[in-house]
């Protein structure tokens, strides 16, 4: 699995390299990649999303359920104060 947590992606990229694009809730992407993970990504814009984490088949709607609640949360503070998003304590 290559290490895209804490990256920031262009979406359109992110979306045409995966032959599964799913917005399971309002700007919470999950993608399929090549490996067979998925990434799990907060739009931060129209062209941004953010790689918050990576799962398995087996773990991946678990992973979805914690993000869910946090997708308000990072979108404001990425938006609202510029801050490096490594400093957000839920990438850790």
Excluded: H, P
Excluded at 21 to 30: A, D, F, H, N, T
Aim: charged letters at 25%; hydrophobic letters at 30%.
């Amino acid at each position: 699995m290559s290490d895209k947590k804490g990256r920031i992606i262009n979406k359109n990229s992110l979306v045409n390299n995966s032959s599964f694009v799913k917005e399971q809730y309002e700007g919470l992407l999950v993608c399929s990649d090549e490996q067979g993970f998925y990434n799990i990504g907060v739009q931060l814009n129209e062209n941004d999303v953010l790689i918050v984490d990576q799962a398995k088949e087996t773990n991946v709607r678990e992973r979805i359920q914690n993000w869910a609640a946090q997708v308000e949360d990072i979108q404001k503070k990425y938006g609202s104060s510029g801050e490096s998003l490594e400093n957000y304590q839920g990438l850790s």
